[in-house]
């Protein structure tokens, strides 16, 4: 057996008591013999043929065994499992509760019509678009609500405009449904387009929506109290630009960063640092926070659910200001 080391073992040295003197006597003979054997093996030896064996079967084993050791060195197999093509299951934490009634839709996105002042409006992988998903129509009922001066949880501030209405909880998404425009169509046919700037807590169910009461009178009657609707997320016209606030309280070395009147749900909210881009943490009130104040003061990068970018120029820190950009995402 060979040694498990790589090293050769030396030869043996030849015996130097070996008596190398003739042989005489009866050895002689048998010595004679032996070499008469050995030169009759020697020429048996070398006929034609006698390397490749004495019969040709076993020339056929010796062929078919090194076909099959060839074969197999050609398709070794993969002692790896295979990957398997079973989807894995949707976490139950991430199953919509309210199911949609109709696929998503593959319209194309439309383009912007001209130019915008320092945005870019690069469309990039979209991001995830949470539970409210673009040509998707959802179920649910409509209840209202008295809107007082237009403020919510979504923190935009008072405002005239009262078509608006407060998505429940599971679907407004720690904010991720504020500002979005929202079709609501009831059984009889009437509609009517509604943004939502507030929350509805429980008893709210997934797919609810809390409309203000003159949104639902367009709707039904106000003694109705409750309907069924179906509703999806539209991408209006408007004339309205981006418009950019810091938190009260914010500084250079800590802001929370607020974007208003943006066309389409906003997915990210960035700001430029030594390293790159910083993406935010939203709040269920609709800040994106920089605890560190990374970035507050500096240019702002808006991506919103269909994966569109807005770039802005860097804005100073002035809490509680609204500040306009003069951009705008692109209809879809």
């Not at 696929?103 to 992988?125: D, I, K, L, N, V």
């Amino acid at each position: 057996m060979a040694s498990s080391s790589p090293r050769r073992r030396p030869r043996p040295k030849p015996d130097r008591d070996f008596d190398w003197r003739p042989v005489r006597g009866p050895l002689a003979a048998v010595a004679a013999v032996a070499a008469v054997a050995l030169v009759v093996t020697l020429a048996v030896a070398f006929r034609p043929g006698a390397a490749a064996g004495a019969t040709g079967q076993d020339r056929a084993v010796s062929g078919s065994a090194s076909h099959a050791a060839t074969s197999t060195a050609a398709t070794p197999k993969d002692p790896s499992p295979k990957p398997s093509t079973t989807a894995a299951p949707t976490p139950a934490a991430s199953r919509r509760t309210s199911i949609p009634s109709a696929a998503p839709a593959t319209t194309p996105a439309r383009r912007p019509a001209g130019g915008t002042a320092r945005a870019s409006s690069a469309t990039t992988t979209a991001p995830a678009a949470g539970r409210i998903r673009p040509g998707t129509t959802y179920q649910g009922v409509a209840t209202s609500y008295d809107v007082g001066n237009g403020d919510g949880a979504c923190s935009y501030g008072p405002t005239s405009d009262v078509m608006t209405a407060a998505m429940n909880t599971a679907d407004y998404e720690t904010a991720k449904a504020c500002g979005a425009y929202v079709s609501v169509r009831a059984a009889s046919g009437t509609s009517v387009t509604v943004r939502i700037t507030n929350e509805c807590p429980a008893p709210c169910a997934a797919g609810q929506l809390d409309l203000s009461h003159q949104a639902f009178a367009k709707l039904a009657p106000l003694s109705a109290g409750r309907i069924a609707i179906t509703w999806s997320l539209l991408s209006p016209a408007t004339s309205d630009t981006v418009s950019i606030r810091y938190k009260t309280g914010s500084t250079q070395y800590w802001c929370g960063v607020q974007a208003i009147g943006h066309r389409n749900p906003l997915a990210r909210l960035e700001v430029r640092t030594s390293g790159g881009w910083l993406a935010l943490t939203r709040t269920g009130y609709n800040y994106f926070l920089s605890e560190q104040g990374t970035g507050c003061g500096g240019e702002i990068r808006l991506t919103d659910i269909y994966g569109q970018q807005l770039t802005v120029p860097a804005l100073a820190v002035r809490p509680d200001v609204v500040q306009r950009t003069g951009v705008q995402f692109a209809r879809h």
